[in-house]
């Protein structure tokens, strides 16, 4: 069988081919490196700089940084509390026990910052912004803020009362046990042949005993400190209702200067109107003498040429 010359058809479309790329790379609007938007479209587009973010961002992101802080040391306190109230009751671990104590504190420091980080953040977004919808924007984030602190402290109350509650059952139904196994030592109705049996069963019940007072001391220890805490947080919950009033009251005070803002406003535009008004007037009443002078005059001088 006779080959094919495919030597011409090979040369054909390898020149094809090279005139095809040439004018692929003439075309520059159909290059993929080209943008897709032209330079002259950027001047319509609005660039916003760092520098020109809002004042109150960086301060309600240090807040933000601050809350998630605090929730990260509840949540701590809370799987350090339920240790406590699950270990056996005569273990002592006094490394849990300061710690809880510590994290009380530093809990407690954490919200007194940052209520005076929220006290700072409303007093700020009480001043006047540049434009009413930034005025705006800035009064939701400081109540959005004001009401996380208030969640956060009132979990804080809660966290420490249920341990508080958990700790007084505990020590309730210890005091139970310890009331059934109590005996009097000195009146024995055994005889004297059985008086090493009653020194040893009383040397046992001392052993026993010991124990079980220290960790009753411990346990009105703990609730002590825990009491501590919640009076701490009750005074933030005063602070905060006082804030609160006070917030009432400024809320007032500017309701009453938009009032008088809008009274004035209103005379004013009457007062305005009538100076409109007045102006029209005087300036009909001098085009009508302007009119009436120009008629006599001319009446005058038809009058000489006649």
């Given at each position: 069988?006779?080959?094919r010359?495919?030597t ?5 479309f390898?020149?094809?081919a ?12 159909w ?10 479209e ?18 309600h992101r240090?807040?933000?940084?601050q ?8 949540k701590?306190?809370?799987?350090l509390?339920?240790?406590c109230?699950?270990r056996?009751v ?21 919200l007194d ?8 953040f409303?007093?700020?977004?009480k001043k ?13 984030a400081?109540?959005?803020t ?6 956060l402290?009132?979990k ?17 139904k ?16 055994f005889g ?21 007072d ?5 346990r ?9 805490s919640i ?14 009033s006070?917030?009432k009251?400024?809320i ?8 008088d ?17 007045r ?16 008629f006599?005059l001319l009446f ?7």
């Amino acid at each position: 069988m006779s080959s094919r010359n495919l030597t011409s058809n090979f040369l054909e479309f390898r020149n094809r081919a090279s005139q095809n790329r040439t004018n692929h790379a003439d075309n520059s609007k159909w290059d993929d490196r080209n943008p897709l938007l032209n330079d002259d479209e950027d001047d319509d587009v609005v660039h916003f700089e760092r520098n020109d973010a809002f004042l109150w961002m960086e301060f309600h992101r240090k807040i933000q940084s601050q809350f998630g802080e605090i929730r990260n040391q509840i949540k701590k306190l809370q799987q350090l509390q339920a240790k406590c109230l699950t270990r056996q009751v005569f273990d002592e671990d006094a490394h849990s026990d300061s710690e809880i104590r510590l994290i009380t504190k530093d809990i407690t420091s954490m919200l007194d910052n940052c209520q005076m980080s929220v006290q700072k953040f409303s007093s700020f977004a009480k001043k006047s912004q540049a434009n009413s919808y930034e005025q705006q924007l800035v009064s939701n984030a400081a109540q959005a803020t004001f009401n996380t602190f208030q969640d956060l402290a009132l979990k804080f109350n809660q966290c420490q009362s249920n341990y508080v509650r958990k700790l007084q059952s505990q020590k309730d139904k210890l005091d139970q046990v310890t009331s059934h196994i109590a005996i009097d030592m000195y009146a024995s109705p055994f005889g004297d042949n059985e008086f090493d049996q009653i020194s040893l069963l009383s040397e046992v019940q001392q052993q026993s005993a010991s124990p079980v007072d220290e960790y009753t001391t411990w346990r009105e220890k703990e609730l002590r400190d825990t009491y501590e805490s919640i009076q701490e947080v009750n005074t933030i919950f005063m602070n905060i209702s006082t804030m609160i009033s006070n917030q009432k009251a400024s809320i007032d005070q500017i309701e009453c200067v938009i009032c008088d803002s809008i009274n004035s406003v209103e005379q004013g535009n009457k007062e305005l109107v009538k100076a409109v008004q007045r102006q029209q007037r005087s300036l009909k009443i001098k085009l009508i003498l302007f009119g009436i002078g120009i008629f006599i005059l001319l009446f005058v001088l038809f009058i000489s040429y006649i």
